[in-house]
């Protein structure tokens, strides 16, 4: 078995509204694998249960074998305790080739496990065996490493409990919190508004301490101090026992407290300056009782935990290394976030703790007998945390808000030490010293005793007001034809209301009018681009069936997702896509995932777009040419909506109620209501509109203000006059596309038909040969060339079914092959002549635009009566002599 491709889902995709990871297997003919199901079996019984129910019954077939691997990659990361239940299978063209589909939460974690099927399925056809629980164990391990830590974790939890999108910017903790303007950032338990001041001092424990006494909140004595002799003369001037730490530093690391003797004091001091780039050291007043986090978010006391510092307890019998090891053995205790506590040190600071007891690591202590193996009680060095929350009373929680405020910080872990809380400082002479940025969540969100408090959910609230969810309106365009043009008609509306619009389609990424990217950006990853640029009010995102199959939707919910139609035999036989049914799939992706506020914009005209509309979780507004269809009759008396071309004019249907939008004659893009695709994308992209809200004027005005020109929509039926003769330059590269602009053209005025036109060679034979026949059936001249791209196929092969095509047609058509698109538009334009009607696919947009216009301006400004001279100088200036 050979795994051919793989891809990972990251967003809503054909399968799914889960991420999944997609491949592909082949069989080799020559490795049957029937005995390998066998000795899968009976070597991992319990793994492959679930494994072999609902299996096809051919072992032998590629799809029997698509499923094991896809179950397998799920039941996988089940016993690595990840939660994830989706695995499919589904059969391709080739007998030996199928598809699985298993779902992840990681990406990591997700391709390993797939990596660990295909493992195991190997090892079974050689006889080896695989050890399968250290395998699960190091799954896990991957999946921890490469998860959100617990702190941003709860964060992300809380924001999509709100319904407000979470998007992952690095490998690491930093989130974008909603989208476009609306967007905010955090980064663990740090926000964008966290001061980079606040964070500084916080960092500087001295510099911390002297804005609290500013404010009147209780600190401990102690001085700053730079070498070891400085720290035991601090003490001594303070009185023992006293705390040593770095002065800039975090989680506890390089702490020493309740230290008595010089020698501990020194060598306190020299543990601490290795955390303190400059080896500056913090000695202070020791004060007895105990420890005491505070979590202050906004303004608020959110979370209260008491610390208490790492320790065993004797048995009489095991040394204290031996007690460590039982204890890091207790499943609660981890090496990373994943476990409520961490595992126990011995380390330089430890055996210097265990020194002050009179103690070693190989002493035993009695039965019952408590070691502390460290001073400091972080949850980072093994201590635990009781939850007190209830217990902090009004005043001590009023000063850690003051502390916090006063350090500059929104988030803030105040961190007091004292005999209790629930008692005002005065009283039990306790006193603050920390403030930290960045504090830990852990100890909050899973207690060692007590319960969890809702601190993601605080984070949020101070970020967000009640009932915000950061988004922006998000309108998604799909379908076979029309979607660009569509896309520019959408964005010049919302332009037109004031906003800044973010807009991607086949041409770039636009912001505010400006392109920003350039080539086909109508897939998921300019999508995200454009969500996440903080200055875009609106998304309006082409979404194209190519991004769909490779990776899913690159948001997670729409407001509007416009269906501009399924067309005829386009990307049909390509990513296992063979019927018009299973395209509509596909683009009915979008549909699927309409807000429930929000509107599925569908040409009633075209039947597989037409049945979308029972996925739609929000509303529907239907879009037609032809009023009388039983579709719009069905909605409408159901009091739905719909906007109609009726009796010459746009219309909106709200149930029976109707209003005139404007004449269809009148308006630029219909070139005076003659062209039935673009009166399409008028009403797909004004019920676009009508179902953001926007009212009837602003409907008006846009319809009347947008066009297809070069400059608006280039390469969409842009239609360009020069004496007497007419060239079209236009994408369209299908038989959908081709049947649209016949039909447009018998409208316009001309004598003679030409075209310039190839096929793209990823397309199924028989949709190459249809496309020429739709050519030689209605042009009366036709230049045809071969791009220099044949995406697969052998050179001429393409040029060779057209031919097919052409003599299977009921006309004979002048035919003229040239090479190359630019030529045979320069050779086109050349032999053009008064009456002509001249339509060119333009594959090369901004190119063939340039070249064309280029010509006609040279033409005017020279008066010269031959353009095919223009036209062969033009070609030699390109380095294209003819």
Known sequence: MKLESKRFLR???????????????????????????????????????????????DTTSALFWAHVVGRLAVELQGQAQIGVTLALASPLDAPREARFVAEYREEASGERAVELALELIAAAREGRRVDVASEVVALRKLHEETRLGPSTGAIARAAEARGIPVRRLTEGSLLQLGYGAQQRRVWAAETDRTSAIGEAIAQDKELTKQMLELVGVPVPAGRPVESADEAWAAAEAIGLPVVVKPRKGNQGKGVSVRLHTREAVMSAYEIAAEYDRYRQVVVERHIEGMDFRLLVIGGRLVAAARREPPSIVGDGKSTILELVAVENKNPLRGDDHSTSLSKLRLDEIGLETLAEQGLTQDSVPAAGQTVVLRRNANLSTGGSATDVTD?????????????????????????????????PLEETGGAFVEVNAAPGLRMHLEPSHGRGRAVGEAIIDSMFARGDDARIPIVAVTGTNGKTTTTRFIAHLMRQRGLRVGMTCTDGIYVEGKRID??????????????????????????????????????????????????????????????PEEL?????????????????????????????????????????????????????????KAILAKEGHVVLADGRLERRVGSLAELPLTQG?????????????????WGLGLPIEALRFGAETFESSLGTAP???????????TVILDYGHNSSALLALTEAIRGMRHRRRKVVYTAAGDRRDEDIVRQAQILADFFHEIYVYEDKCTRGRPDGEVIRLMREGFA???AAPRIVQLSGELRSIGAAIGNLEPGDLLLCQVDQVEL????????????????VSSLAQLAAAALAALGMMT
């Not at 003051?402 to 803030?412: K, M, N, T």
């Open 11 to 57: 967003g809503p995709n054909r399968w799914s509204d889960k991420t999944a990871v997609e491949g592909v297997i082949t069989l080799d003919p020559s490795q049957p694998l029937v005995d390998s199901w066998n000795r899968l079996l009976c070597d991992y019984p319990e793994l492959m249960a679930p494994v072999q129910a609902g299996a096809p019954r």
């Open 391 to 423: 217990e902090v009373h009004p005043l001590v929680a009023q000063r850690a808000i003051e502390a916090a405020r006063v350090v500059g910080l929104d988030i803030a872990g105040v961190d007091l030490v004292g005999s209790r809380v629930d008692r």
């Open 673 to 689: 209501g003659l062209v039935g695709f673009q009166i399409e994308n008028l009403l797909a992209a004004l019920g676009a509109g």
């Open 808 to 810: 299977q047609a009921g």
């Open 715 to 725: 390469g969409r039926f842009n239609v360009v006059t020069h004496r007497d003769s």
């Open 518 to 579: 350039t080539g086909d950006c109508s897939g998921p990853k300019s999508a995200r681009m454009v969500l996440g640029h903080p200055r875009v009010d609106v998304a309006v995102l082409e979404t194209a069936r190519g991004g769909m199959l490779r990776e899913g939707l690159g948001f997670d919910w729409c407001d509007v997702a416009v269906v501009t139609n399924v067309g005829e035999g386009d990307h049909l036989g390509m990513n296992g896509i063979h019927t």
């Open 584 to 640: 509509a799939a596909i683009k009915a992706i979008p549909v699927r995932r309409v807000s429930q506020r929000g509107v599925a914009v569908l040409n009633a005209d075209d039947p597989l777009v037409a049945s979308m509309a029972s996925l739609c979780p929000g509303t529907v507004i239907f879009f037609s040419r032809d009023p009388n269809s039983a579709v719009i009759g069905r909605h409408r008396s159901a009091g739905g």
């Open 848 to 863: 063939a635009l340039e070249f064309v216009t280029g010509l006609f301006r040279q033409a005017e400004s020279r008066s």
